[in-house]
């Protein structure tokens, strides 16, 4: 009796396993995880002969990966820009995707709108197909219309994806900024970009040190000599030694020679 109840518990364990495996493998739904990185913003200025207004982009590099066992879908992404010190409920607007950007070509040419759209876009920012255990990595550049200064305290950056899965946008990262008035000039009179770290690595600033004077114990003491290295002339040195020893076997070699040929 005991021998059977053992055999059926191995059996119905087998047979889980076998479920969960062909779950797994075969039908587990199409599931996305996605993680992004820096986000820049920058702005650009337009002038026409009429009027004038303003182009603030931002870009970031995501990767989205289908964890699931069936094909999926990504049928839009977009960045939403919150507004949550304003006195008005959900303010909020949408960038949309302008393109997917190659990205050693848009650093090297970012700080001109009309020469990174000519040089490093790659096309539309159209929707994908996930395979089943797939990943895509991506560099998108999103964007709108202000016609108007934008000066807030703070901003709050979504980046979010719709899939084929369901109607609803789903939240992939965040990052908050502030714009102020300097930052305002600085982004449209002298044309930088401001880098902002995802909110899902915390507070994170690259030019921190511990202590704050840390330099100041790291510097040392003796002033730092001008001009480099200084070149000089060199030449192979033999000790007396090795040199005593080189000669008398030139002379043993010699004599050997001498003794072959008389």
């Known amino acids: 009796m005991k021998a059977q109840t053992i055999l059926a518990v191995i059996s119905s364990l087998a047979l889980v396993i076998s479920l969960a495996t062909l779950w797994q493998s075969h039908l587990a739904k199409f599931k996305t995880t996605a993680v992004a990185g820096l986000l820049t913003f920058r ?65 090297k040419h970012a700080a001109n709108r009309f020469t ?51 109607t609803k946008w789903i939240a992939v990262e965040k990052w908050t900024h502030r714009i102020r008035g300097i930052e305002w000039s600085e982004l449209t009179e002298v044309g930088t970009s401001i880098a902002v770290y995802p909110a899902s690595i915390g507070s994170h600033n690259s030019f921190t040190t511990v202590p704050s004077d840390l330099h100041e114990y790291t510097r040392g003491k003796k002033e730092i000599p001008a001009g480099g290295f200084k070149m000089h002339a060199s030449r192979l040195v033999s000790s007396k030694l090795s040199a005593k020893s080189n000669g008398k076997q030139h002379k043993k070699d010699s004599g050997a020679i001498d003794e072959s040929s008389s």
């Open 43 to 107: 702005i650009s200025q337009i002038e026409s002969s009429e009027s004038s207004w303003y182009l603030p982009q931002v870009d970031c590099q995501v990767t989205i990966s289908n964890t699931g066992a069936r094909v999926g879908k990504v049928l839009g992404i977009r960045m939403v820009a919150r507004y949550p010190l304003l006195p008005i409920p959900g303010a909020h607007e949408i960038f949309s995707a302008h393109c997917e950007v190659d990205s050693a070509l848009y650093k």
């Open 116 to 166: 990174w759209i000519d040089k490093a876009s790659l096309g539309d920012a159209a929707p994908f197909v996930l395979l089943p255990r797939s990943s895509t990595s991506k560099h998108i550049v999103f964007d709108t219309r202000w016609d108007d200064p934008v000066i807030q305290d703070e901003i709050e950056f979504t980046l979010e994806i719709l899939t084929d899965r369901s």
